[in-house]
């Protein structure tokens, strides 16, 4: 049987791209506005997604079997100012039902903050969910952790898995939660030398840690560093568990946000985040780089896709 046919939208630096394409789908199509994430998706998949896909005509996105989509999560993310559908990054959900009612997508998976599943107190996923079943969709829905499947980074993020209801799927099987087989201490490079924060910076993050010290358990052995967020001045993200604080787009920010690894006095590198988020050691990026963090905080984990994609196509099989 063919392999499936996907189109990639929001496709950022590509890590829906990568988790289907382990499962032999194609890509059709894919689209994104940020030139600077354009520019690492054309080194890697030889393709220039830049668009705007809100003046595109749906009728001219290739026919496909599958449309991914991690739509902005700035308007819906804690870490934002929550405006949701009143912020124009918002209303590009409504870009992706335009599109799925035109091209009759088989399938659907869409990816967004778990911020999403309160905000405005329930009403935007209200709105979400009566909107895509209004043009024929049936919904399996849940907050996945990926630190539960494989990789050891606390990030919480809600996933859609959208079904045609002429295909009568009636049910969805959401990956088995797996030990956590590797921990920050298998990822972190030890022979980094740069990425050196200042004595001044260090200060504040040893303040943080003494600070939060009675809150947050000893290290569980000397494997496991303490990692540190700065987000928030005085509520910073401390764990000793080997797991890294969920890396976000705020990295971007001048570099202030990047998690630091306190016993080595350094932010975690290019590279390091990169294997939080399950890319291969191969993918093409600009090391130390503001607008790379960025990205890497903006996508998604290509472990995840990959299992929810491995049972995605194992209904389009049986169809």
């Known amino acids: 049987m063919k392999n499936p046919t996907f189109i990639d939208l929001f496709c950022g630096i590509g890590g829906f791209r990568l988790g289907l394409q382990k499962n032999g789908a194609r890509c059709v199509f894919s689209a994104d506005n940020d030139p600077y994430c354009c520019k690492v998706y054309l080194d890697n998949f030889n393709e220039d997604p830049f668009c705007d896909i809100t003046t595109i005509n749906p009728k001219n996105i290739p026919d496909h079997d599958i449309l991914c989509a991690g ?3 700035q308007p819906f993310s804690i870490g934002g100012y929550r405006k949701g559908f009143n912020d124009t990054r918002g209303t590009l959900f409504f870009d992706i039902l335009r599109i799925l009612k035109e091209k009759k997508s088989k399938y659907f998976i869409l990816e967004n ?3 999403i599943t309160n905000h405005d107190n329930g009403n935007t996923i209200k709105v979400i969910r009566e909107e895509l079943k209004k043009i024929g969709y049936n919904l399996f829905e849940k907050v996945l952790n990926v630190s539960d499947y ?3 980074q606390n990030r919480e993020r809600w996933y859609c898995i959208g079904f045609r209801d002429d295909l009568s799927i009636s049910s969805f099987k959401f990956p088995k939660k797996v030990k956590l087989e590797i921990t920050l201490n298998d ?3 030890k022979k980094v030398k740069d990425h050196k924060i200042s004595d001044i910076a260090y200060g504040h993050v040893k303040n943080n840690v003494k600070k939060n010290n009675s809150k947050f358990p000893e290290r569980i052995n000397n494997d496991h560093f303490t990692i540190v967020t700065e987000a928030r001045k005085n509520r910073a993200s401390i764990r000793r568990d080997g797991i890294s604080p969920c890396l976000t787009a705020k990295m ?3 570099g202030n946000n990047v998690p630091i690894l306190y016993e080595l006095k350094r932010k975690l590198t290019i590279k390091e985040c990169l294997k939080l988020m399950g890319f291969p050691s191969n993918f093409i990026i600009r090391d130390n780089y503001s607008q790379s963090y960025k990205q890497i905080g903006n996508s998604i984990c290509v472990n995840i ?5 491995k049972e995605l196509i194992n209904n389009y099989n049986k169809k």
Not at 305 to 309: I, S, T
């Open 187 to 189: 990822i972190v490079d």
């Open 71 to 73: 739509f902005p999560c």
């Open 252 to 254: 971007g920010t001048g």
């Open 150 to 152: 494989g990789l050891p």
């Open 113 to 115: 903050v778990k911020g």
């Open 305 to 309: 896709v990959d299992k929810l994609c």
